[in-house]
């Protein structure tokens, strides 16, 4: 069963910058397509940004520019690094596979704020 670990979050002020990473557990990672998503308070899960097994990445408009994701398979993790942010980037943020898997991770929380 894949687990998913992510971490990096906390609390920046608007402008400020995050790298997020996500640790994949299991020997096919490499194979994956994956994705970030975020959820905000009383809101539904969105997806922000993925990457292809090739490395191919592709982002929500709210977010390009700003966002880019990586992967590394020899460490098992994709990352997601947020530049100039936003108060309503604040949000839980997830990763999983994409399309998901039915489990997920706890998140991590980004509160964007001054």
């Known amino acids: 069963q894949v687990q998913l670990v992510e971490s990096g979050g906390g609390l920046v002020q608007p402008g400020g910058s995050l790298r997020l990473s996500c640790q994949v557990s299991?020997?096919?990672?490499?194979?994956?397509?994956m994705g970030w998503y975020r959820q905000a308070p009383g809101k539904q899960r969105d997806l922000v940004a993925t990457?292809?097994?090739?490395?191919?990445?592709n982002y929500v408009d709210s977010v390009k520019g700003r966002f880019t994701i990586s992967r590394d398979n020899a460490k098992n993790t994709v990352y997601l690094q947020m530049n100039s942010l936003k108060p309503e980037d604040t949000a839980v943020y997830l990763c999983?596979?994409?399309?998901?898997?039915?489990?997920w991770g706890q998140g991590t929380q980004v509160t964007v704020s001054s």
């Open positions: 999983n596979l994409q399309p998901p898997l039915r489990s």
């Open positions: 990457i292809t097994d090739g490395g191919s990445p």
């Open positions: 299991g020997s096919r990672f490499s194979i994956y397509a």
